[in-house]
């Protein structure tokens, strides 16, 4: 399984991943999830990827290889904003897919789900996810985040603690605590953990960082995470009968 996220705030993107991959609990591997492209002077783009890994490696492959093109006009260089780009990467996601079902006629599920995030010149900082069938949501401005995978662990912090007005530091932190409530609800989910910080109208990333289970940051948030909530759990009301004892 996977599990991905991106977060839009005003400042920026936050961008977080796990790393493991499995066909079965005797077949699991690690593999990156998160990938960038820099159109220079045009663009910064972001994909986050879950599903079928031949499919979601050959829409990687195909980003880069396009651009490549000596014109400088090939691929995400030819966008002109985020949404562009958004329909692009889906456009090659669903020929890959019908390559490998139809054309090939393997007989499997070759669907990959994607977010694209970004930012193209003086044009808004935004996220997408991107379906199988090539279709695409942007994020909310009430719910500014949007994940893939293994979401539902992961969501209730992200749901209390996100604002559009969130520092993007608040939003690197949070996204590392929804990984590790993941990670400590399923097993299929697991570090490294990938994350990238972009500040608007950069159009580079501020930060990058590659976290395993005893990276010193990582393992000191989750400690002062796990400890706080349960310091927390401890001074909940207690109920009328207890009063008494």
């Known amino acids: 399984m996977t599990y991905c996220l991106a977060i839009s705030v005003d400042a920026g993107l936050v961008f977080a991943s796990d790393s493991r991959t499995n066909a079965g609990v005797d077949n699991v591997n690690t593999y990156p999830k998160m990938y960038s492209f820099n159109v220079p002077e045009k663009a910064f783009v972001t994909v986050l990827t879950s599903g079928n890994l031949a499919t979601t490696q050959s829409v990687v492959r195909r980003i880069a290889r396009d651009l490549e093109d000596p014109s400088g006009e090939g691929g995400l260089a030819a966008c ?10 889906g456009a090659l996601s669903v020929e890959l897919k019908n390559y490998y079902e139809k054309d ?13 995030g970004g930012q193209y010149h003086d044009g808004p900082h935004e996220i997408f996810m991107v379906y199988p069938e090539g279709n695409y949501i942007q994020s909310s401005p009430y719910a500014p985040y949007l994940q893939i995978g293994e979401t539902k662990y ?3 912090i992200l749901d209390r603690v996100i604002r559009s007005n969130s520092s993007l530091e608040a939003a690197a932190r949070c996204a590392l605590v929804s990984m590790d409530s993941t990670m400590r609800s399923n097993l299929s989910v697991a570090p490294p953990f990938d994350l990238l910080v972009y500040e608007t109208g950069k159009l580079e990333p501020a930060h990058v960082m590659h976290l395993k289970l005893n990276s010193p940051y990582y393992a ?18 207690l109920f009328e009968w207890e009063k008494n004892k």
């Open 220 to 237: 000191t948030l989750r400690k002062q995470w796990s400890e706080g909530l349960k310091a927390l759990f401890n001074e909940l009301p």
């Open 80 to 89: 002109n904003d985020m949404s562009d780009a958004a329909r692009y990467i």
């Open 104 to 116: 090939l006629k393997q007989g499997a599920n070759f669907d990959c789900t994607l977010i694209v």
């Open 154 to 156: 992961g969501k209730p």
